[in-house]
């Protein structure tokens, strides 16, 4: 299999962020990198350097979206199993104006691929499209190291100062990177070098003014998304569970794969779970 990480931006047309790409093959080697602006843009990016035939690719984005109100359950569920290390999800329903997400797949499906829910395993061919996140792939997979918390290189913390949150983000972000040049050691294997464009984020610092830093974050969660298609890929329900609705048909369920450590299972924090009958 190939490997195809998107960090969608939500919002389309022509108020759409950047969305970043990276496009690895088997072996870890990134292939393609870069960024887009909106669904048309994204997939035409995709019909451009995507040319092999079996393909799992991981969006950062809300694929599947059924519910008339509140949260998916996925989404519940992720703050359930990582809210102790500070990671939760965003509400997405019906009703949110952003469903970028939802126009890629339609998009994808309407191109050949197959939205796949993670509910069978890992699929070992054709073009398959799913959900992640990226918080759940920086505190689930010991790789990274973040065993108490998620770093800050997105939201400020409360006892941040504002006046030194731009160097204090940048900082963890360079941090962060140096924890991603790693997995060119590790297994299943990331080579953040072996591409121009990623490899730009080992030789220079991350910036301080909130647009390039953002054009840099975004490409950073395409990399953590395409390196979670690849973890799935390589170990499935062992390193990995499925958020979401389990009991439905696995074509249509809303879920997120989620690398995740023992006691951030699903089945592990339920128990945990005070009674309410």
Aim: contains cysteine; hydrophobic residues 40%.
């Amino acid at each position: 299999m190939h490997f195809l990480g998107v960090d969608l931006a939500w919002a389309d047309g022509g108020h759409a962020n950047e969305t970043g790409l990276v496009y690895l093959d088997p072996d870890g080697v990134i292939l393609a990198a870069g960024w887009t602006r909106g669904v048309e843009d994204t997939v035409a990016w995709i019909d451009a350097h995507v040319n092999a035939p079996n393909v799992l690719a991981f969006v950062d984005a809300p694929l599947v979206i059924t519910n008339a109100t509140g949260q998916r359950l996925c989404e519940r569920q992720v703050g359930q199993c990582y809210g102790r290390w500070l990671v939760s999800a965003n509400s997405t329903n019906t009703t949110h104006p952003n469903a970028a997400g939802a126009a890629l797949l339609a998009r994808m499906q309407a191109v050949g691929w197959l939205y796949d829910s993670g509910m069978d395993g890992p699929a070992r061919s054709g073009r398959r499209i799913s959900e992640c996140y990226p918080y759940t792939t920086l505190v689930g997979a010991h790789e990274f190291g973040y065993g108490v918390a998620r770093p800050t290189y997105k939201r400020k913390p409360r006892a941040v100062a504002a006046s030194q949150w731009r160097a204090t983000r940048a900082a963890t972000c360079d941090d962060l990177i140096l924890r991603l040049a790693k997995l060119a050691q590790a297994e299943p294997r990331l080579d953040l070098g072996s591409h121009p464009v990623t490899a730009a984020l080992l030789l220079e610092p991350s910036p301080l003014a909130d647009r390039a830093y953002k054009h840099r974050e975004d490409l950073i969660d395409a990399v953590l998304c395409a390196w979670t298609a690849r973890l799935w890929s390589r170990y499935g329900f062992t390193r990995c569970q499925v958020l979401g609705d389990q009991d439905g048909e696995p074509a249509l369920a809303a879920t997120i794969i989620a690398p995740s450590q023992w006691d951030q299972r699903l089945a592990s924090v339920s128990t945990a779970l005070p009674s309410h009958g």
